[in-house]
């Protein structure tokens, strides 16, 4: 692999764009947690967009992501209506990376640019990751606008 790297890529289909956080279990989340959640998220009102990534870096944890400036800003307004509406309350911009990993290495890479990776992003999909595991479980998919 280029630059030294020795890490595992991750499986192509766990590759996600985390928007929202909201907590660390090994259990499912409560039917109530998950409608709660989808309702909150349903009232996210944003047309469909493009997004890209456009460089490639590492982070100081050891991901190696894909990322990007301009061609990352309706990630940056989803994630910030995404977060006011699960929070229950709109609150100032919050510090908010958009990126996807593709893997885990102790090797550093400097940010350089790449051909864009790009495409329309045209729903939310909440996600149970069960930790440890490599699994991810669909708990609901609501469309944007």
Known sequence: MS???TGKPLQKEHFH???FHVGDDICDPSPELVDVLTERAARVVMPSFRAAFDRVMSFRNG???LSGDDSVIGLEILQQRLSDALDGRPRPARSFTP?????????QVAAHPI???SW???EVVLVH??????THRYVAR???A
């Open 99 to 107: 990126h996807m990993t593709l893997l885990r290495d102790r090797q």
């Open 17 to 19: 764009v985390t928007l």
């Open 115 to 117: 051909e864009p990776v």
């Open 3 to 5: 630059h030294g790297l």
């Open 129 to 134: 990751s069960l930790l440890g595991r490599t």
């Open 142 to 144: 609501l469309p944007l």
């Open 120 to 122: 329309t992003v045209r």
């Open 63 to 65: 991901a190696l992501v």
